[in-house]
């Protein structure tokens, strides 16, 4: 018996990095999945890595920042499998970069829009369709870089802290109708979003990645889909208004006392302050 079995899942960004390790996930635990991107490619791969785990998919080309298509893809989760019970608000990327001056409106908007109204659009139009069924779970993923400053560009670190305070206000509005609404804030996940810009590529990811958090790895998609699991699953059924943050310790603290501090003179073990023994 497969903990998601009965139910209906919606993952955008499922072409690629953590969606498509949530959709695998999902699948293997019994749901039927609408994969969305706009990589068509990679999403009728997706399906079919699904179909392999045993589960049921589609794929829905959808821009998550565009109403319509938001709408549409929503419409083709129930007109396929009967319901929605779970979305997954997951598709990103890093968007504008560059300082404060350099950044342009325009590639300022197109970030928010791809990173925030999606959010906003998945939660407007899944609503109805999980009050239908008693109830649901919506799950974004944000960001470590939404908690905190200098983990993200501008825009995407603006943009993610929003999608944190938006599933706060919207969880509770929505809480009597028995819909759940968390985001997950990962840390560095080796996904092409990061190593697509380094150069190296996915190799080197996994190096710098595994340098940056107490856990001396790099996270992958896979640590990311086991939180998504639970909150799609009534194991989380009591939990809701959560930023859960998946990050390998890397907001635990700073790394002046941490794991990796290969830069840094070791400090011998014992009791450190001042000793008024031989006073
Ligand atoms: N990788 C990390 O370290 C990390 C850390 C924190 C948060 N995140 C977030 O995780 C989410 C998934 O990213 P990932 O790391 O798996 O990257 P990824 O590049 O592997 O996957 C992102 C997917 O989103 C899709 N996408 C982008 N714009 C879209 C649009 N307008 N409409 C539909 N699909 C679109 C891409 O085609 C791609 O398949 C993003 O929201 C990202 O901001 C990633």
């Known amino acids: 018996m497969g903990k998601l079995d009965g139910k209906v899942a919606v993952i955008t960004g499922a072409a690629s990095g953590i969606g ?54 929503v419409d083709r989760a129930v007109k396929e499998f009967g319901r929605l019970d779970v979305i997954f608000n997951n598709a990103g990327l890093g968007g504008a970069v560059g300082t404060i001056e ?47 400053g200098g983990r993200g560009p501008h825009a ?12 706060r206000s919207v969880a509770l509005e929505v809480g009597k109708d028995r819909i759940r609404v968390n985001c997950i804030c990962p840390g560095g996940i080796n996904t092409p979003l990061i190593y697509n810009r380094l150069p190296g590529g996915q190799q080197v990811g996994e190096q710098f990645l595994a340098q940056l958090q107490a856990i001396p790895r790099a996270g992958h998609p896979e640590d990311i889909a086991a939180m998504a ?37 070791t400090i011998p073990g014992g009791f450190a302050g001042p000793s008024f023994e031989k006073n």
């Not at 890595?49 to 998550?64: I, L, S, Y």
């Not at 995407?156 to 599933?167: P, R």
């Not at 059924?237 to 635990?252: R, Y």
């Open 20 to 73: 498509r390790a949530s959709a695998i996930r999902f699948a293997g635990e019994g749901a039927a999945v609408v994969i969305a991107d706009l990589n068509a490619e990679g999403g009728e791969a997706a399906v079919r890595d699904c179909k392999e785990h045993g589960g049921r998919a589609v794929f829905q080309k959808t821009d998550v920042a565009s109403e319509p298509q938001v709408k549409a893809l």
């Open 102 to 148: 350099e950044i342009t409106g325009d590639n300022w908007d197109r970030t928010l829009a791809i990173l925030l109204k999606s959010v906003f659009l998945g939660m407007k139009y899944s609503v109805p369709e999980m009050r239908k069924v008693g109830g649901g779970s919506i799950i974004s993923t944000a960001s470590v870089a939404g908690l905190a």
């Open 156 to 167: 995407y670190s603006a943009a993610k802290a929003a999608v944190v305070n938006l599933t």
């Open 229 to 265: 699991l639970f909150l799609a699953s009534d194991d989380s059924e009591w939990v809701t208004g959560q930023a859960m943050v998946v990050d390998g310790g890397l907001t635990a603290g700073g790394r002046l006392f941490g794991q990796n501090q290969q830069a840094q003179p």
